[in-house]
Every structure is written in structure tokens, then in C-alpha cells.
């Protein structure tokens, strides 16, 4: 069983109640519960927000009835990433964009699912490529390859809750202790892969 389902405080204390039985069982949860820096297993979360208080709560229920947790940044793949959002004009770049943010392709997103699934039960996975880095580094990236503009700037209370944080997640761990390759250790590997499928 895999559980992707957004936390809302009801739902995953219905749906929990009834996996007691499941042979294995994932909670896809985010690592918006950490604060900014550099972030390992080891890092304390920080439910500074009410998204983060009701995503760590629906971990710990679902860890209650012995369901792994993996920890995903912002994902991206064919059909979502900055390659559609800067296309469709709804992107705007934070400030100047040096926060530094971790990604990963959707198909490395699966290979970290697949290897929870099969973990011990409760185990803490957390995902992320290879390079975390900064949002202009990507964006320019995206731009250049896909024969974009670069996007106008954001600022202030204008840049979303989710492109404020500065997060460098650290998967060596967990790719270490569940044998974890990636097929895009970074995102220019990830975006030319995307560019080739979509040429």
C-alpha cells in the first residue's frame, strides 16, 4: 500500500485504521517538515507551519500501524517541472533565486518508493538527487535548454511558501542503505531527458 494522499487530519486516521493487515505499507510525506540547510536523517523537523504540523502528524499515524516514510522534495518528470510551469507563464523566480532547493525526476521518486516498500517496517527514507541547487541554476538550465524566457522575479510575500526555503537534502544515506541508483543524479540529466522525449 502506498499513501499519497495530502494530510487533512481525517483521512489517514480512517484509512490507517484499516492496514493493521498490510504486508507492506508507504507514506509519501515531504521534506517542507524540515527547516532550511543542510538536512540528513539525523535532522530535526520543524513543524513551523499548519502544512507541516498536519504532515508530521499523519506520519507518525501511519508509522503507528508500521508504515515507511519517505521524505520527498518537489518532484518533476514529462508532464510537470519548471519546463511547464515557466512555458505556461506560472512561474516567477523567488527573489533572485539563490535559495537552493532539491528535486528529484519522478522516475528516481519511484525507485526511492519501491525501496520502502520492501524496507523495514517504519523505516525513514529520504529523497532528493544527487546536486541540490539553486533555483536560478535550474531555472537558467530549463531556459536554455527548452528555449525558454527567463521568468520575471517574484518578491516578498509575492514568492510561494514553497519556493522560500533554502533545503539541501543529503540522500546518501538512504541510497546507501537501500541500494539506490538514480537514473538522473541531477537535474540537467533529468531535464535532458525530458528535452529528448519531448523533441
Known amino acids: ?22 504486508a507492506s505499507v508507504v507514506y509519501l510525506s515531504s521534506t517542507a517538515v524540515y ?3 543542510i538536512v540528513t536523517e539525523a535532522t530535526a523537523v520543524s513543524a513551523n507551519s499548519e502544512r507541516a504540523a498536519l504532515r508530521l502528524a499523519a506520519e507518525q499515524r501511519w508509522q ?20 511547464v510551469s515557466i512555458a505556461r507563464g506560472s512561474f516567477r523566480m523567488p527573489g533572485n533565486g539563490s535559495n537552493v532547493v532539491s528535486r ?6 519511484a525507485r ?3 525501496a520502502a516498500l520492501r524496507a523495514p517496517p517504519r523505516s525513514l527514507l529520504l529523497a532528493g538527487d544527487d546536486e541540490p541547487a539553486s533555483v536560478a541554476d535550474v531555472v537558467n538550465f530549463v531556459c536554455a535548454r527548452f528555449s525558454l524566457p527567463i521568468p520575471a522575479r517574484s518578491e516578498g510575500e509575492q514568492i510561494p511558501l514553497s519556493l522560500r526555503a533554502s533545503r539541501n537534502i543529503d540522500n546518501r544515506l538512504t ?7 538514480l537514473a538522473y543524479p541531477s537535474y540537467r540529466e533529468g531535464y535532458q531527458a525530458i528535452h529528448e522525449l519531448s523533441t
Open 1 to 22: 500500500m502506498v499513501v499519497s494522499v495530502p494530510p487533512d487530519g481525517v483521512t489517514d486516521r480512517a484509512w490507517s485504521a484499516l492496514m493493521s493487515g498490510a
Open 175 to 181: 541510497k546507501a542503505r537501500h541500494s539506490i541508483q
Open 104 to 109: 528529484v525526476h519522478e522516475d528516481d521518486a
Open 64 to 83: 503507528d500501524v508500521g508504515a515507511s516514510v519517505v521524505r520527498l522534495p518537489a518532484f518533476y518528470g514529462r508532464s510537470s517541472g519548471l519546463h
Open 35 to 37: 527547516p532550511d540547510g
Open 112 to 114: 526511492f518508493v519501491c
